[in-house]
């Protein structure tokens, strides 16, 4: 028995030190297949550091448990600025045997917590969360083919989430706060169930704009049966609450294919009205628990159909409300008569065919009846027939819903009416009205009211004719704390408007904001205005200003703007604007640009064209003066506010279109990335998509910049520039601790002591990253050393080697100029000579933007200097039995390899003085190759451009012949209608005279 507990004992201390020893036998085998597996299949950044990935065989035993802190996915192109997930910690449970046999590692489960995951969709259609590389070369997986990774997932966590979903394209928005997920399921087996629950605050959904949802809490538990198989998803047990709104799901998804099938309906699982009132915005607070209510309701629909990039399914819903109430215990009176009787329907899944019916829809708000009525076939065109009628006294409204810490009086009247259709060229008949008389707002945050607020408003159309609707706010009045504001609006025809418009008075930001308050915004400031205008768009669009009436003033006095869109904030301190038909003055504009002091005078023009018409550029010429302008700040994360990492930073940053402006700059320091530019002043030019810099000049490093080029954004996929550079006296060593270019174009600058001035000129184009893209590279200049101490450098150490000269190992350059070219993204060095000593050195050659090295370096040497290793070499190389005999002797070397592992050879040598000659003619055959190189890759690209053109030239040319065609069949139906309708006409006159003929 003994034997048994000591061998036993000797048993469990094995398999804890094997487990102890685990993380260390197996980090390096995961770190290198996660790293190759992230390199060929994601096409993003994704960052981590290895000391913060984490292998223990304890924490999810008997599965082998792979961490990773801090893992952060920032997207490419697009989406450089926005982080696609932020994983504080990530965490996987590995199938420990499949670790050991260390082909394919099985993934058993996956936790996440606190992630922070934003999947964003442009307007094109394309999404962040599309980062996985295609295999475009890839041909039928063989049935063997061995993939490093396993999904054999039995069980998934997510604790503390924050998701954030936003799709441009549609438009729809939604955000979720605190979620946590927990699903369990066997992805080894083709046939199971999964089943998932999940809760989350803060749940909102916005669809263009509007908030259907608002801070809903959401709890769902779903089981679905999964059959792998045929790519069938079938909903089974299934509970979804929003607040206390509960439906569940009945039907299947499948996925054959890139479509899904959807086949589903959906039906509210409690009759009760108190049900679907928790989901209405503003109602869900802690009071809900004591509100009384009555009623039921009916809750159900479906979605039916194919899903995929270019079909919807079909969709519609019920909702019947009868004969509700609610009641709120601390108010005094209730919303009774509640009932709405309305569907959605869509059969076919083409937006454009959704028709909404609201058969009824009316509630008593105290004794404030509102009722409407609507019916909506097709959204473009859209045919309306409906009506809204309601006259709310405000403060008998407080008494049946409560509105916090705020006090309302006043008469809202609106009766509208709307018959016909919407479309771009029509309009329904439209009678409305909407006047506020009396209106009062108090608010506890605030202790003077909005008094004496008063609008009288309407909207007509009576012939459903575009150009007869007609917007009048005749007139809207309001004092805040004994401050008066007034104003009026007139539009005719909106499609081309005709307007007439003032306003005058104090708009107080602060107080405002204190009465109703921004949420994630920070708005304050006063603005005192007196403006009007008067005129027609088409005028504007013709550039007819002088048909236009504008004038008037404006004071602006500590505006303050600041949101979670712009966390850096900004602020006019003070402003004076003064506004005539062609222009807006802009005198004595003090501020800050996040901590960043501004003040700029100036004019804007076209002010009009720019917000009314098409495509007409705003126009401008400013003169702006900082003490201290922080770049650096503006460089933060969408997500969090935080400045972006270094390596996270960039993304082609374009040039806002229709803008034609011109600032003149003066700066006493501007800070960007590491670098502080004292001094600066210049011109900076935006147009047609293009900025140029036009002498900007600095004072950085020590030396004086002055800087000419420009930004060119008309094709964002090639963004190109020019960059002219004349520099006096700067650093060799911080030119090439600052600026990657000199990094990579000229890395010998590293082993430099001393100052150089250059003036040199190139372009190309910028990466996404906003880096030259340095094979783009061409440009030429002159560069003058004015002094370089080189000292003990493993080139010149090199040299010094193979020619036994100790003269090469240290001196110095002084107030030696060459000429370079940039050829190919090769920096090319025209041969230039100086002396060490009694040596006289020529040097020329390339360096490549991937560190290669290939120069020429001759040196003409007393032959005295030459030791009796290097004579009988020479006698070969030269041809001269004696060479003692000759009084100096020229050594041809090349120089290869890179700078930190050059290769040194001697490769000719001659009795004659033609060390200039043999360096040039090396590098000129250099520079010709360079250049053949590059004008095919330009040819390619001007083949390439060409065939883009003629793609986008046949495709118009194809539009065009649709659109012709189009026209003539329609204009032959108008023909055939006309005709039609006139032939009936004919024969309608002649009926008369038929049937008299009859009588007689």
Known sequence: MKKVFIGFTIFIVVLLAAAALAPYLFKDKIKQVLDKQIAKNVNAKVLYQTDKVNVSLFRDFPNLALSIDDLTIIGQDSFQRDTLAALPNFSLGLDLMSVIAGDRLKIRSVKLQDPRLKIKVLKSGRANWDIFIADTTATETPADTVNEFKMAIKGWEINNGTLVYEDLSIPFRTKAFHVNHTGSGDFEQNVFDMKSRTTADGFTFNFDGMDYLDSTQLDADITLAMDLNQSKYTFKENSIKLNEFGFGFDGSLAMPSEDINMDLTFKAADTDFRSILSVVPGIFTEKFKNIKTEGKVAFNGYVKGTFNDTSLPGFGTDLKVTNAMFKYPDLPQAATNINIDMNVDNKDGVINNTNILIRQMHLDLGKNPVDAKASIQGLEPMKVDGNVKARVDLAEMTKVFPIADMTLRGLLAVDAVAKGTYSKTQMPVVNAKMNLTNGFVKAKQFPAPIQNLNMVSTITNTTGNTDDTKVLIERFNMLLDGEPLEGRVFVQNLDKPAFDARIKGILDLTK???????????????????????????????????????????????????????????????????????????????????????????????????????????????????????????????????????????????????????????TNQVVYDNLKLNDLKGTITLRDQVAKLDQVAFNTLGGFFVTTGSYNTQNLQHPAFTFGLNIKNLDFKSAYNTFNTIKALAPIAQFLDGKFSTNFNFNGELSPDMMPVYSTLTGKGLIEVVKAVVNDNVIINRISEVTNFKDLKNFTIENKAFSAEIVGGNLVVKPFDFNVGNIKTTIGGTNSFNGGLTYAVALDVPTGKVGNALNAKLTSLTGVKDIKGTERVTMNLNVGGTVTNPKVSLSTASAKSQAKQVVQSIVQDKVDVAKARLEQEKQKAQDSLKAELDRKRIEAEAKAKAEIAKRTQQAEQKLKQQASEKLNNLFNKRKPATDTAKRN
């Open 512 to 666: 405002i904001t204190k009465i109703f308050p921004l949420e994630g915004m920070t708005l304050a400031g006063r603005i005192n205005a007196d403006v009007s205008t008067k005129g027609k768009m088409t005028d504007i669009d013709a550039g007819k200003y002088a048909n236009i009436t504008s004038s008037g003033n404006m004071q602006v006095t500590n505006l303050t703007y600041k949101s979670t869109d712009l966390p850096q904030g900004m602020k006019i301190t003070s402003a004076n604007t003064v506004f005539n038909n062609e222009k807006i003055e802009v005198r004595d504009m003090k501020g800050f640009v996040g901590k960043s002091d501004v003040q700029v005078n100036g004019s804007v023009s076209n002010y009009m064209g720019y917000l009314f018409g098409k495509n007409q550029p705003l126009r401008g010429n400013f003169n702006m003066a900082s003490t201290r302008f922080d770049v650096n700040e503006w460089m933060v994360d969408e997500m969090s506010g935080e400045p972006v990492p270094e390596e996270a930073a960039g993304g082609v940053i374009p040039v806002p279109e229709n803008l034609d402006f011109v600032l003149n700059t003066t």
